[in-house]
């Protein structure tokens, strides 16, 4: 079983629905989550970071972690066809220099 | 500013050929890493640097080399390119692994 799992899509969604993505994870080390954005083609960019439990809004997206659960979450509001993208979980333990990475969820917003 | 930079951006390789890709960061970051993403595999750790003249394997290592030249630049040399290698690689930096990295462009290397 690997340390992170994310559903890998491919999720359609019409133009201005909600999007929820989501991780599961198995390591109660992890305190530090991040969500990347990668546009075709491109690298990924650091979307969102969050440490350890709660909420985080910037804009339109919120990203939540549930430690007791395990389970972290990105939302999207108002999606906009400029938010297709593949978006790829990343979680951390203290003092590790690596992260770990899901393998990603390819979303397209439909005009 | 560059943030990181990836040379080259596209290469196409015969079997057996070697090949160095060379990255470079200008954000003073400690860590320095190299991935290589393939469809339904996700990012998969090739190598990293924790710091300057350290450098430590990651997940797949095996026919890959790499080279920690200085604070700035980190080099991943395929001594002798198989098909298997085609892939897209992605270099990335950090000043803590915790932090977040920053993430080149990418280069897509065909071995053929």
């Known amino acids: 079983q690997k340390e992170v799992e994310q559903d890998p899509g491919p999720l359609s969604v019409p133009e201005g629905a909600i999007v929820s993505l989501n991780c599961t994870y198995s390591?109660?080390?992890?305190?530090?989550f991040m969500w990347y954005r990668q546009y075709s083609r491109k690298g990924p960019e650091l979307l969102m970071y969050?440490?350890?439990?709660g909420n985080k809004e910037d804009g339109r997206f919120t990203a939540q972690v549930d430690k007791s659960s395990k389970y972290i979450s990105l939302f999207i509001r108002d999606s906009q066809p400029s938010d297709s993208a593949t978006y790829l979980c990343?979680?951390?333990?203290?003092?590790?220099?690596?992260?770990?990475f899901g393998t990603g969820t390819r979303l397209t917003i439909i005009p | 500013n560059a943030g990181v930079t990836q040379t080259p951006k596209f290469q196409v390789l015969k079997t057996g050929q070697s090949m160095t890709l060379q990255c470079a960061q200008d954000?003073?970051?400690?860590?320095m890493y190299w991935y290589r993403q393939d469809p339904g595999m996700g990012l998969r750790l090739i190598y990293y640097?924790?710091?300057?003249?350290?450098?430590d394997k990651g997940e797949v290592p095996n026919g890959y080399n790499v080279s920690r030249l200085n604070k700035r630049e980190f080099s991943l040399r395929l001594e002798s390119a198989a098909p298997s290698q085609t892939s897209v690689y992605f270099c990335?930096?950090?000043?803590?692994?915790?932090?977040?990295?920053?993430f080149g462009s990418g280069t897509r290397l065909t071995v053929v």
């Open positions: 990335a930096s950090s000043r803590q692994g915790e932090d977040g990295y920053t």
């Open positions: 990343a979680m951390s333990a203290a003092g590790n220099e690596k992260l770990t």
């Open positions: 969050t440490y350890s439990s």
């Open positions: 390591n109660s080390a992890f305190q530090y």
């Open positions: 640097s924790a710091s300057e003249g350290t450098t």
């Open positions: 954000m003073n970051h400690n860590s």
